[in-house]
């Protein structure tokens, strides 16, 4: 049964867990309480007993004082006094000085003699003791002197014993039904604790039929959260978290595919038509230079847009290490302006650097480069004749802030928000024109958080745009 229920390389199921913890724990507590219940009944039936014991023993010292010398007297009243008690069987016996028997209660010399009580006793005068009898009849007794005169000239013994048989057969019968009521808890325990476990996971099971019908295709549906104890709700909200976030994933992987499969067809069909159209018919040697000269730049765009795709997937990778060297960023922006120097010229763009002290960090120099150049041609992309692009940076605190300012178009406040999505363009045809492929500022944000750092853009329709690049400072 049981290895039907644990399946290999898997656990035991929650029910029967839950189950043994609840029957070991509910069998413990019935028998730690069975059995203080019973060591507290014996130890008070003890106690009462050892009372009358001594009570009886207080009634005898006074028949000694009040009939001793009256022998036939005294042993009347100590036969008398074991006549009436039916339930508790005390027994007497007055010793003198001499050791003779002057009243015993009828019985006791059978039962026990007055030397076998003697040794018994061993020194445990005026103390309760137990002991067994030849017969082996359990008691609880006591020996004591009495004084007979007011002297004390003249002790007398007295040796009060109590017949046990009663009280064991009390104790005897409560062991029974003690043993018949862990018995009863062995059985019922585990069956009650099944039950109450079974109800205790129902919810589980309801959470976990309604996940299992959830695929790809359904992943705007969401687990039931009503009704459900605090601690399953929570778990059904923190499933219907992951589901948003699988839902927004596969929705924003569907676009991107979608987006790459338009990105490569255009460049793919560029090249088709214009070799279909050269190959129509025969043409002059210029113009097949020309038809050639086109397929390589849409080739060139294509190897572009493969490679940035590919850096964008290796950059996801959690086994990417990135070269770290310390580098002075204010270095790097003044090569930047070198390199755009001559395309800002062109375009009658000011192109401006300002650097402060200590701007060390350590960064991939190939990749630090490769981001701040796509801002920088970003910047001269979306700036007209007479703007200017400001590049600065400096150090604050434990972080340094790279600045790339422009005075071009400015971007919306609805473009704003996905403006670093992959194959998003705020200007669709105008990027188009431009060579572009929306996947500049994406890798832009992508180097940065792979350097531990963050990137941030504001921007004005019509005043410019500033991209702000924190990093964090080398020691």
């Known amino acids: 049964m049981f290895s039907k229920l644990r399946t290999e390389g898997r656990g035991w199921p929650l029910a029967v867990q839950l189950t043994a913890w609840y029957s070991t724990a509910s069998f413990l507590l019935v028998a730690l309480a069975t059995m203080l219940l019973y060591l507290g009944l014996a130890d008070n039936i003890r106690q009462i007993s050892e009372q009358m014991l001594i009570d009886e023993l207080d009634v005898c010292r006074a028949l000694v004082k009040v009939r001793g010398g009256d022998n036939h007297a005294l042993r009347e009243e100590v036969e008398v006094d074991s006549a009436i008690r039916k339930y508790q069987q005390f027994m007497v016996r007055v010793l003198d000085p001499n050791g003779k028997a002057l009243a015993t209660t009828p019985g006791m010399d059978e039962a026990m003699s007055a030397a076998y009580l003697e040794h018994a006793q061993a020194g445990r005068m005026n103390t309760v003791f137990w002991l067994e009898s030849p017969h082996g009849v359990p008691y609880r007794a006591i020996v004591a002197k009495v004084p007979r005169d007011p002297q004390g000239k003249e002790l007398w013994t007295l040796q009060v014993a109590v017949d ?4 064991q057969d009390v104790l005897g019968h409560h062991r029974t039904w003690i043993a018949i009521i862990l018995a009863a808890a062995l059985v019922f325990c585990p069956w009650i604790g099944f039950i109450i476990a079974r109800r205790g996971i129902k919810p589980l099971r309801q959470v976990a039929e309604t996940a299992r019908h959830i695929s790809s295709t359904t992943l705007n549906e ?10 399953i709700a929570a778990l059904a909200h923190t499933f219907n978290d992951m589901l948003e976030r699988l839902e927004e994933s596969f929705a924003r992987l569907s676009r991107f595919s979608a987006d790459i499969a338009h990105e490569l067809r255009t460049p793919v069909n560029n090249i088709r038509g214009e070799s279909e159209v050269a190959l129509a018919r025969t043409r002059t040697p210029e113009e097949y230079r020309d038809v050639l000269g086109s397929c390589l730049e849409e080739a060139v765009r294509l ?8 850096f964008l997937a290796r950059s996801e990778s959690p086994g990417d290490h990135l070269k770290r060297t310390r580098e002075d960023l204010g270095v790097l922006l003044a090569g930047l302006q070198d390199y755009f120097e001559a395309t800002a010229s062109d375009n009658g763009v000011a192109l401006t650097v300002q650097s402060g002290q200590g701007v060390i960090a350590e960064v991939d120099r190939k990749l630090i480069q490769r981001a701040l150049s796509n801002l920088v041609s ?5 700036s007209q004749k007479g703007g200017r692009i400001a590049l600065s940076a400096e150090r604050q605190d434990k972080h340094i802030r790279v600045q790339v300012r422009d005075t071009g178009s400015g971007i919306t406040p609805e473009a704003l928000p996905r403006i670093f999505d992959r194959f998003y363009r705020g200007d669709p045809a105008r990027s188009r024109d431009s060579g572009g492929s929306g996947l500049g500022l994406a890798i832009v944000q992508q180097i940065i958080y792979l350097h531990g750092g963050d990137v941030q853009i504001a921007s004005d329709v019509g005043k410019g745009t500033t991209v702000t690049v ?6």
């Open 164 to 167: 046990l048989t009663e009280e």
């Open 222 to 231: 969401r687990i039931r959260t009503e009704g459900y104890p605090e601690e």
């Open 303 to 310: 190897s572009e847009l493969i490679e940035s795709l590919l």
């Open 378 to 382: 970003n910047a001269l992309s979306h």
């Open 470 to 475: 924190v990093l964090p400072a080398a020691a």
